[in-house]
């Protein structure tokens, strides 16, 4: 807004003391100038906005049809091919450099399965992480605090706490053991997003709860890998999964949102059920595979979970200015003061705003 000065030179100095005039009428000519070029500037504003695509990634992940997400996965490998070329050439340094371990060396999740199974129970690293867990579990029960929970499942502990960096959980994650598989099945180094101890209790059932058969919705493709931290047989809640080729009826159905199956829905026999004795790992992509688990049976299971992610995952920023707020990442709590380039580029996961 302009200020209406006068010109007092010259004027009787006993004049020129006092306070000009004010001219009412030009402040408020000003006034409406200023309104009409702010709504100008709203209305260029909003007329951008308008023609601005916006993706609602919190939308995506949990009402997105098939078609939707594959959009969009699309689009994000185009905006993020420079973090997807790097991860492919630190993924190839990767498994060249490190020694790798005669267990997991020659695993391979193969892409028509999206799942493969190994006994690792002979494995120190597998060994340290078991009992690290199941001393967090005892406490936690010593504790007597009521666990956090969900229909069927108990959360036991998480990234960061009380599982942090210099404990066998962290180890293991972050090990040529682990991440070799996980590296040739994405062609590509991940990223952990997160990992954490669940305890299921095996006896409801909930119709709304993992217990049935669905996808993750965090991405097209992801790995998770399960291992199982007390023996699990058909009584102790197993995991299952559908191979993706078999699970594809529904993944390549453009029109399907997420929603929780009966086993009916795929093709008779094509549901893997996976026991094993403490120390087996199931690698399973919970993206392309339908999968559930902690059915009811006789006997409670104790499971760790670990999650590895491609930079295209729903929870991390399409462009730096992607208005749609980043989730927190379960990996963000780790404190590691020993990163290295490859840690680094596993915790490299969306910050909070
Ligand atoms: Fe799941």
């Not at 807004?1 to 009428?25: F, H, L």
Request: net charge negative; proline share 6%.
């Amino acid at each position: 807004m302009s200020i209406v000065n006068q010109d007092v030179r010259g004027e009787d100095p006993a004049q020129a003391t006092k306070a000009p005039e004010r001219d009412y009428e030009a402040e408020l000519a000003a006034l409406r100038t200023d309104r009409n070029r702010w709504r100008a500037e709203a209305e260029k504003l909003s007329e951008q906005f308008q023609n601005t695509p916006t993706i609602d990634r919190s939308y995506l992940l949990t009402k997105g049809t098939m078609r939707q997400r594959q959009t969009y996965h699309a689009l994000a490998k185009e905006v993020k091919a420079a973090d997807i070329q790097r991860r492919r050439e630190l993924g190839q340094k990767y498994l060249a450099e490190q020694k790798l371990e005669s267990e997991t060396s020659k695993l391979v999740v193969l892409q028509k399965d999206g799942f493969a199974s190994v006994d690792l129970s002979h494995h120190p690293l597998v060994q340290d992480a078991i009992k690290e867990c199941r001393d967090t579990y005892q406490e936690a029960i010593d504790s007597g605090k009521e666990l956090l929970s969900k229909d069927s499942l108990e959360f036991v502990g998480d990234a960061g706490w009380p599982f942090i960096a210099s404990g066998g959980v962290y180890k293991l994650a972050t090990s040529p053991l682990l991440l070799a598989p996980v590296i040739r099945y994405f062609g590509m180094f991940p990223i952990m997003t997160g990992f954490g101890l669940l305890s299921a209790r095996n006896e409801e059932f909930y119709p709304h709860s993992s217990q049935r058969l669905h996808f993750d919705p965090e991405d097209r493709t992801q790995l998770k890998v399960f291992f199982y931290i007390t023996d699990v047989d058909e009584t102790s809640g197993p995991f299952m999964a559908v191979p993706a080729e078999d699970s594809a009826v529904l993944y390549n159905d453009p029109d399907f949102k997420l929603a929780r199956q009966d086993d009916t829905a795929v093709r008779e026999g094509s549901i893997r059920t996976f026991t094993g004795p403490a120390g087996t790992a199931i690698y399973c992509d919970t993206c392309r595979c339908l999968h559930a688990g902690a059915r009811p049976g006789g006997k409670k299971r104790l499971m760790l979970s670990i999650e590895y992610n491609i930079p295209t995952h729903l929870n991390s920023k399409l462009w730096e200015g992607d208005p749609t707020p980043e989730r927190r990442c379960r990996t963000l709590k780790v404190r590691d003061y020993n990163l290295n380039e490859y840690t680094e580029a596993l915790l490299a996961h969306p910050k909070p705003a």
